[in-house]
C-alpha cells in the first residue's frame, strides 16, 4: 500500500458528516495518538515486582470522543517483555523474552468534562476494555561452541505438551485475549494537541507469557532428536546452577492457579483530525454543493 494516510482518510471520511453544520464532525472529535513507554509482567518468573524488568514499548491509534466525560481509544502497541527468575527461588534458574503485539479497544471516562469547549485543560480518567495481543517466549543457552543462542521456548513443549504422557497439557496458542484496565490523565496543549500519561494492567487467560506453569516432566517426554534434548535441557536449568541437580517429574515448575499479567505505561501525544484531514472533508463539502 503506497498511501496508507489516504486511504486512512478516506475511510474517515466516509464516517464523517457530509457537511460542516449538522452536528459537530467526526474528524474535530477523533485524534490520531503516537507514543511510547515500558512493557512489564508479572508471573511465574516474577512473582515480587509489579513492573518486573521493564521494557520500551510505542504506540500508534485513534481516539474518537462521545462528549466530554467518554471516549473510545482503538490502538496498536508493540513491545517486549522478560524476566529471568525469582532472586528467591535463584535454583529453578528460568528465563526468558518475548516480543509483544496487542491490538486493543478501550473506553476512557473523564472524572471531570474534558474536550474542545469544555474550558478544562487536564482531567484524570479510567479505561477498560478488550484486547487480542500475541506473543512468543524465548530464552537463551550457551551452545557447544561457546556462543549465545536465542531458542523459541512454545515449539519445544517444555511441559510436555503434545506428549502422550501428559494427554491434557496441549501447546498453548500464541494468540491471546486480554482484558486492559487502568487511570491516566490527559491534558490541552492547545486545539490541535493533546497530552496523554496512562498506566494499566492487562490481565490474561494465559500462564504461559514465560513458558512455564505446570511441573517438571520425565525426559521421555520430549522425544529423541536434536530438539527433545535441547526441550529437555532448557525445561531443567537447575543443574547451571548446582551440577548434576535434577528436579524429579511431578515437582512444581510453575504456578498454573495463576495467570501471567502485563503491564504498560505510556506517554503519547494526539493530534486533532480536522487538522490532518479536514481538508478533505472541506474539498468533499464543495463537491457536494
Not at 144 to 159: I, K, M, S
Request: one cysteine or more.
Amino acid at each position: 500500500m503506497k498511501h496508507p494516510l489516504i486511504v486512512l482518510a478516506l475511510m474517515l471520511l466516509s464516517l464523517a458528516p457530509v457537511c460542516e453544520g449538522q452536528h459537530e464532525s467526526f474528524l474535530r472529535r477523533s485524534e490520531l495518538i503516537v507514543g511510547g513507554g515500558g512493557m512489564g509482567y508479572i508471573g511465574d518468573l516474577n512473582e515480587q515486582s509489579a513492573l518486573g524488568i521493564p521494557r520500551g514499548g510505542v504506540l500508534v491509534g485513534m481516539r474518537t470522543r462521545f462528549d466530554n466525560r467518554w471516549a473510545m481509544r482503538w490502538q496498536l502497541a508493540y513491545g517486549s517483555i522478560a524476566s529471568p527468575d525469582d532472586d528467591v527461588i535463584v535454583l529453578r534458574n528460568l528465563s526468558f523474552r518475548s516480543t509483544l503485539w496487542e491490538f486493543s479497544g478501550v473506553a476512557e471516562f473523564n472524572f471531570v468534562p474534558f474536550g474542545n469547549g469544555s474550558g478544562r485543560l487536564w482531567s484524570p480518567y479510567i479505561f477498560g476494555g478488550f484486547a487480542l495481543f500475541h506473543f512468543n517466549p524465548e530464552t537463551s543457552y550457551i551452545d557447544a561452541d561457546g556462543n549465545r543462542q536465542w531458542v523459541e521456548l512454545q515449539p519445544l513443549h517444555t511441559e510436555g505438551q503434545a506428549s502422550s504422557a501428559y494427554p491434557d497439557r496441549q501447546p498453548y496458542s500464541l494468540f491471546q485475549l486480554s482484558l486492559p484496565f487502568g487511570v491516566g490523565v490527559k491534558f490541552w496543549a492547545g486545539k490541535i494537541f493533546s497530552l496523554t500519561v496512562q498506566y494499566g494492567f492487562r490481565k490474561t487467560w494465559t500462564d504461559y507469557l514465560d513458558d512455564v506453569s505446570t511441573t517438571y516432566v520425565e525426559p521421555e517426554a520430549f522425544g529423541t532428536g536434536a530438539d527433545g534434548a535441547l526441550a529437555q535441557q532448557l525445561a531443567d536449568r537447575s543443574g547451571e546452577v548446582v551440577p548434576g541437580y535434577v528436579n524429579a517429574p511431578g515437582i512444581k515448575r510453575g504456578d498454573d492457579s495463576l495467570d501471567d499479567w502485563y503491564s504498560f505505561f505510556d506517554i503519547s501525544i494526539g493530534i486533532n483530525m480536522e487538522t490532518l484531514f479536514g481538508w478533505m472533508h472541506k474539498t468533499r463539502c464543495k463537491m457536494n454543493n
